[in-house]
């Protein structure tokens, strides 16, 4: 979750803990009907569902940012851009980097087209990463690499567990 969210959260179940206090306090749960601390726990169930929401929402976009384009020689992410690859360079190893380097922001970079056109440009792979964890341990531990690559000639979905699973697929 976000900064932002977690605040608003914090903020509104306070809210609400010092509304309930308040309320048997003033001994305002011996005056009025169940039908006030009936109101309360719907409240309660409506942020944790807000929260349940948010957060699954947030999961969902983190991995539409995650998600990457591969062409012959480049590759494109929706928030680094276009990337050409040095010649030689391994894809795996370049979509890593950019992946480890995400900020997971609001702005979203212009798609290559097609030189001369503003057709979308030729890709061979969609690698969409539903698991990404660097592994910035210390350790020679690869992290964690999880998600699918897409061919784009034939809609073919294979699933990957590891860097060297996702190599093999797309070189």
């Known amino acids: 979750m976000k900064k932002s969210n977690v605040i608003i959260t914090v ?8 509304l309930l206090a308040l309320w048997y306090a003033l001994g305002l749960n011996r005056v009025d009907e169940p039908l006030d601390l009936i109101v ?23 991995e539409r940012v995650r998600t990457v384009y591969v062409a012959n020689g480049s590759y494109y992410n929706s928030e680094a851009g276009n990337r050409i690859l040095a010649a030689g360079a391994s894809p795996t190893e370049a979509i890593a980097a950019t992946l480890a380097g995400l900020e997971y922001g609001f702005d979203k970079a212009e798609a290559p087209t097609k030189p001369g056109t503003d057709e979308p440009a030729d890709f061979d792979y969609v690698v969409r990463t539903s698991k990404f964890d660097q592994g910035s341990d210390g350790s020679n ?29 797309i070189g």
Do not use: D, Y
Not at 11 to 18: D, R
């Open 11 to 18: 903020v509104l179940a306070a809210v609400s803990i010092f």
């Open 141 to 169: 531990n690869q992290g964690t690499w999880q998600g699918e690559v897409v061919t784009v000639a034939t809609g073919a979905a294979r699933p990957f567990a590891n860097r060297m699973e996702l190599a093999a697929i």
């Open 40 to 62: 309360s726990i719907v409240w309660w169930a409506v942020i944790i569902v807000a929260i349940v929401a948010v957060v699954k929402v947030e999961n969902t976009r983190r």
